[in-house]
């Protein structure tokens, strides 16, 4: 089962809620794989200690411009939807950071003068800690496009760990094509949210766009005692289960800074994690 943590904003609790329930999944003897798929700021791994097993550079594919083959015929230009080619008076530029790595440019040139090079965009790593494995997809500086590592990082999921394993992804904020995604594959979606307008009104997006991709998803609400119920009252007129409060206190805003799993320390976090769990396993039986 494959399960994606989102939000439709940064900072609402996805990283704490991925690292507590895989940890504790994980405890209880299961073989769960947790994936960090927000690659442009992974910290999944700050509360994850594990062992380093494998890790890799990442590429993607760019075209690169062979001036002897070219005859400046602009086809390149004309098939390239993202405006990442385009000709000069006498020569070809590339914008590799507008690049898809699409191939068409370089597919459909008459004269095979755009040939794709391998660029390094990113690197990724692989960790565990006894039934514990951990993925971390991480872009490099100046690097734009975070789907492409994504994508890459998700295959490699795929193609290394059988389909026995329960695959929680970290997913990153926001309802733009990096959430796509990572959530386009999963047969569960989590939203996190927390009791805030801020909070309802990113959760109504996310709400939207797990609607139109036609993804099952529930809701967890993080910070639990402040805001007001607007929350509450939005998931019931929606029909929307609500699996979990995780209560708002100092305490765990203290262990979170120093990288502590929340659930080990505070007891009623650790109540609201072992509901999601067990929501988990129940859909887990049915497939």
């Not at 000069?88 to 068409?104: G, N, P, R, T």
């Not at 597919?107 to 790593?125: I, R, S, T, Y």
């Not at 872009?139 to 394993?165: C, K, M, R, S």
Request: a negative charge.
């Amino acid at each position: 089962m494959k399960i994606s943590i989102a939000s439709g904003k940064g900072g609402t609790g996805k990283t704490t809620l991925s690292t507590n329930l895989s940890a504790l999944i994980a405890e209880k003897n299961n073989d769960i794989v947790l994936t960090d798929l927000d690659v442009e700021e992974p910290n999944s791994g700050l509360f994850i200690r594990g062992e380093l097993t494998h890790s890799q550079d990442m590429y993607k594919m760019i075209p690169e411009w062979d001036k002897d083959k070219c005859v400046l015929c602009r086809n390149c230009q004309n098939v390239c939807k993202f405006n990442a080619v385009i000709m000069m008076i006498d020569e070809v530029i590339v914008f590799d950071k507008l690049c898809h790595s699409c191939y068409a440019c370089s597919e459909l040139c008459p004269q095979n003068a755009l040939p794709m090079q391998p660029q390094k965009m990113g690197e990724l790593k692989r960790f565990k800690y006894k039934n514990l494995h951990f993925v971390e997809g991480k872009l490099d500086i100046g690097q734009e496009q975070a789907v492409p590592l994504i994508a890459q990082t998700l295959d490699y999921v795929d193609n290394n760990f059988p389909e026995n394993h329960l695959k929680i992804y970290d997913a990153p904020p926001g309802t733009s094509c990096p959430v796509i995604e990572a959530t386009k594959d999963s047969d569960l979606i989590i939203l996190v949210t927390e009791p805030t307008p801020f909070g309802l009104h990113d959760l109504k997006l996310s709400v939207d766009t797990m609607r139109k991709l036609e993804k099952d998803f529930v809701v967890v609400i993080n910070r639990h005692g402040i805001g007001n119920a607007n929350v509450k009252d939005y998931c019931k007129k929606e029909n929307i289960p609500v699996l979990a409060r995780i209560p708002n206190s100092k305490k765990a805003a203290q262990a979170y800074s120093h990288g502590n799993l929340l659930y080990k320390v505070i007891p009623e976090i650790k109540t609201a994690i072992e509901k999601v769990a067990d929501y988990i396993g129940t859909e887990m039986e049915k497939r």
